[in-house]
């Protein structure tokens, strides 16, 4: 019998792309890293990644990946960081101190909390956390101390409330919230000064805080998207005209009335209209 010893790593010609893409960047020294779709599992089938220390931009992206080794603060560097649509169910405590990261994508993974201290990045402007397992409890205490943040997408978890604590996110200037199961929204949103889009369709609100009609979400580039909610029958009259009406009536003392009275006398929430328990983030066998 000559048989070699038999590896336990996969050697599909997709893996050993992933290596070839590694061995070739490390040779010219290219900082830029674009490893989507190569059907990797974990970082031990990119030896070397972790020691690249002049990458500043890694994309992982619609690949296989489980786990995320705390070496990966190592890249002192890095600026973005691209990890969507893998089957991630943890992040190691050590990503939220990378010095210069400022874009982390983490959507479509099976993420169902977040590692403490996650709110201590430096200098993280855009964070994507769609399409995970997430609600409010999974937020850790420091969460909403990431002041440098510009854009926030938590669509597509299980949010029921947003903590008030959203109101230090001075530098705001897109929320995204569709698609939860989200019963209301705290008035701190009214007071986020540069927001300019908030997305909050498809979930369970009846009323909006009168404080959001501070927004200024009329501009060109200005986006509000409210549908698909079982608004109280005068939101839904208004948005029926456009949202633009939602704003102006959310303004008036007639609807500071009605607001205040259908809060005193709020009954059990709208029942949850989406089964979300067959989303592919619950999936956890992996293929």
Known sequence: MENGPVSCL???PKMSKAKKVIEEALENQNPELDLADKGVVSFEEMPGLIDMHNITRIT????KIQKVPPGIANLTQLEMLNLFNN????????LSSMPKLRILNVGMNRLDSLPRGFGAFAVLEVLDLTYNNLNESSLPGNFFMLETLRALYLGDNDFETIPPEIGQLKNLQILVLR???LIDIPKEIGYLPRLRELHI?????TVLPPELGNLDLFGNKSVLRMEFNPWVAPIADQLQVGVSHVIDYIRSETYRYLYNRHIAARGPPPPK???????ISRNRQYS
């Open 201 to 205: 369709q498809a979930n369970r609100l």
């Open 60 to 63: 992982l992206s619609h690949n």
């Open 179 to 181: 698609e939860n199961d």
């Open 87 to 94: 089957h991630i169910e943890e992040l190691p405590v050590s």
């Open 10 to 12: 996969p050697t599909t």
């Open 273 to 279: 209209l989406n089964d979300k328990t067959r989303k």
